[in-house]
């Protein structure tokens, strides 16, 4: 026996005490990887992850007006977390906590896959679970969301908790009685959290509900359970976002506001279900292949390239099992164990959902993870186990080197330096009659709005926000009954260089290099000598100081670009019934960590709205 273990793959994982190490040190690694990642700067951070944790916390429903489109309105509650620690932790500590907290998935997906695989021969039975959970956390959506603020791989916590839930109380539920039931409603209720938290994990809720019928019990038991499980959904549902869907209902009538208001009308929108709904594939070819179609060209189900070939060979497994299970060519008694079907029929169920519903690749966390164990008891139930055990092995193993190797993008990141946010803010002598209204853009900056005095109201210009003329008046009272002077925050754009150039500069500032002749004779052989992307200059008469500069081909016009910015908006804010005074605009300055984000501050004039001309119908058609 020992000899056999020397001879396998990574057989020193087989040790006894392996897994309950790996516990510990894979999420503490999780958590270094997102400090060598850096500062979290997703789109999303800057639309909303900030500024809903935010509003919540200062109660501002009823005093700024979708600032953030309509994301203004998502459960603020699962952003709470990374709001209040980016606000009084170190910005390292944050990166940090994050990712030992999204390293917490390799916990649960290890206790999954040995609940799943308690036969396994000696020399895998430690080892086998501990690879397959650790390739469900070198997927591409986790690595892509590792210690940011998005939300999957947190929700995905709860999810694969209620799925470890059903699974480690299995026999209770074929026993029946209490137990049972409480193992019923402990899921539902993990699973509904998610869910409240997160509304795309509302899909995977499902699958775990239905993937019950694979229990080995009579039907009517079936339907006990489920309903059971589904109970415990709407209970986990009301904890997580019972309140802030009341809030809603109070506000706007539409506890989804102002999502699925063509069930919960509003004056201030349009009749609308859900919102962002060109991600799902359209047609019968196109669904039938579209784990290869998207695989193929990421960007058909997300704004990042995430390369990887996970699906399109779980895709062929799930065929080859349909085949087999057809020509009655499976495995004999490969059926004895439930709980790898059911397993199988989550992540199958959780797919098809997610395809016909959202469509958006990072929503796939909570199914994605758990496709190397679905692999590998794919290839379990078509081939004996050492066919099964090596083709699982080579097809993981080469996924997930696709992944890792060359298919691993992020969703953006910025050099650590605390505050984690921070801002130059104009002067404003009168908060409390100061309105500031953000424009929808490349960039989006109503992360701002907690730099800015409270007092201070914000709104929205979003071409996503299905708004009623009945929301631009809404928008003209407010300004008229606050009385005083209306800005808009704009787009401006930075010189590519010049954050490397002012990195540079810190740098030799402190290790006291600007400030001699020494000094500044040093910097320029550096410059010289090791092909730095800059040039010296001396910052006084005498020569004794001195900095780096970006060269003359990296300088950038940056003040022609910011002009032609605010004229590219005139026409959003004369549809809105507003002027922007180009003459008026400044640029400030805003940070994540050490990245800086530039923006412009533009007086605004109320002036009579415009009627929607035939473009700007069909281009917020389009929208």
Sequence with gaps: MNSTIRRRPFAWLNHPHASTRAMFIVPLCFGLVSLVLGADRNHDLLNYHLYDAFAFLHGRLDQDLAPASFQSYFNPLVDLLYYSMALHWPAWLTGFTMGVLHGLNFVLLLGIARRVLPDLPAEDRNRLPLLLALAGCLTSNFLSELGNSMGDNTTALLEF????TVLAGWERLLEGGRRAVGVMLLAGVLAGVGAGLKLTNGSYALALCLGLIVLPCRPWQRIKLGSLFAVGVLLGLALSGGYWYFLLWQHFGNPLYPQYSVLFPNELVHPVGTIDTHWPPKGFTTTLLWPFLFSLEPSRVGQIHLRQILWPLLYVLFLLWGALAVGRRLRPGV??????????????????????VFGVFRYLVPVEM???LVVFLLFRRCFDYPVAHRLAAWCVGVATLVVVAGGTSTWGHEAWKSPMFSADIPPIEHPATTTVIFVSGKIPYAWLAPQFPEDVTFFGLHRAFPDSKLFKARMHSIVTTRGGPVYAVLRAYFASRADTIARQNEWAEMLGLEDGRRGCDFLGWATDHLHLRAQMRDTDATGTRCAFAMLLDDQEDTATE????????????????FRLDPESCQVYMARIGAGSIPYQWCRVEEVQVQSRGPAQRKQKGRN
């Design 562 to 577: 910011d002009r032609t910015s605010v004229a590219a908006y005139a026409a959003i804010f004369g549809y809105y019934g």
């Design 161 to 164: 908790t209620a799925l470890l």
């Design 335 to 356: 059926d004895g164990d439930r709980r790898q079907l059911y397993v199988i029929v989550y992540v199958g169920l959780g797919f098809l959902l997610w395809m016909e």
């Design 370 to 372: 758990v496709a190397p």
